[in-house]
């Protein structure tokens, strides 16, 4: 990594961190944060340039159409059927589909990125818009618990029925649809999906292990994650060929499990000695 990369990306990865902890974060300009570390050409400008395209989506919708359902249907018809978004088998094979400067671009993302247009579109239009994290399969929802209207961004915008959404949870899970899944989605967890998401396309491809580790770094630095991620932190880093370092963060989560799990440190601990040997 070039020395002016390596500044870009920290100063990238600093501003990350303050959105995390913000009072209030910002989906869309963590998202663009995620983005620009994936992508080098996306730069501030082009950050700039997709809240500007999301501001226009909100100034192509009707005012006020009313209720739940009517958003639902407002939002289906601008950004499902005369702008085209959607997404396809495919798109689960692209790292563009979980960056959501191409995903504006393009049109075509996963259904997790598709809604954040759908939330940040309707949400600067004044509408009752939140995301919900149904097991395997992300949806919109817009009103109020007792009246909640789904909406799946990924099928153009199509307005779920009860049956709808208890098929997606079946499909993704084989276990009935629990109320609890239908709640508001907080915009951390929506970013610690997505990168899941990165984390996930990337442990497939061995070629692209810069992927999981910026992935990885960048879920670590909010507020809020599984502490395993030090684990496959240190593991990526041994993988990579930085033994030393990976058998640092391997002593240093052992010691974290060890006041839990003695055995599990111990092996732990044996992984950081056989990946100091490896530079002998």
Sequence with gaps: ????????????????????????????????LVAAVADSSLDEAGMDAVQMDLDRLAGRLPFRPGGPRDWAAALAELLGTRCGFHGTAGDYQRLESSLLHEVVRRGRGLPILLSVVWIEVARRAGAPVYGVALPGHFVVGFGPTRDQVLADPFDGGRVLTGEDAELLVAGATGAPLDESMLRPADPLDVVLRILNNIRAWAATRPERADVALWAVDLSLLLPSHPARLRYERAQLLVNSGDFLTGALELDAYAELVGVVDEGAAERIHGQARAARAMLN
Excluded: Y
């Design 1 to 32: 990594m070039s020395p002016h990369m390596s500044h870009r990306s920290e100063r990238l990865r600093r501003r990350f961190a303050e959105e995390a902890r913000a009072e209030r974060p910002d989906l869309s300009q963590l998202c663009l």
